[in-house]
């Protein structure tokens, strides 16, 4: 009887923790923190203030699409081919918050001015090939 309730305690902690952590930082935590945490490649890393400043001036509607796309050494989608722009700009908001940014979570609006700067900058990498 002590083992299961003990065992019950652990499944609510559990449960609990996982709407107490916001999503960004689960997905970061799962995706991107191999990179983002140590500067892998020369990824931007999280607390770094004095690298993700001018990427946070360039706002998160295009900061967001050009991650999201892939630049240089950061892959597509983090490397997740089946993770969301929603997912992947939750993780980003994580990223900025923690490295001297305010960003929200993205609403439909904000969602919707990401994906057209996704469009914008596949055309433009296309044109430049
Ligand atoms: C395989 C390593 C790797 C993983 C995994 C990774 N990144 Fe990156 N990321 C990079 C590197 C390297 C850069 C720097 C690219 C450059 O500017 O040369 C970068 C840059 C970025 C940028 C700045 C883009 C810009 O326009 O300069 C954002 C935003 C970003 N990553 C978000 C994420 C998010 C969100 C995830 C997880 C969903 C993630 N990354 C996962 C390596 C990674």
Request: contains cysteine; proline residues 4%.
């Amino acid at each position: 009887m002590k083992l299961f309730s003990t065992l019950i305690a652990v499944m609510l902690t559990f449960g609990s923790s996982s709407t107490v952590f916001a999503n960004g930082e689960a997905i970061y935590k799962q995706v991107c923190m191999s990179c983002h945490s140590s500067g892998v490649a020369r990824a931007p890393k999280v607390g770094d203030k004095a690298k993700w400043a001018p990427l946070i001036k360039e706002g998160q509607a295009i900061l967001t699409a050009h991650g999201y796309v892939g630049v240089r050494g950061m892959p597509a989608k983090g490397g997740k081919p089946d993770l969301s722009v929603e997912h992947f700009a939750q993780a980003t908001v994580y990223m900025v918050n923690q490295s001297g940014g305010a960003w929200k979570d993205p609403d439909v609006k904000m969602l919707k001015a990401i994906d057209v700067e996704i469009e914008a900058r596949k055309i433009e990498l296309a044109k430049k090939k």
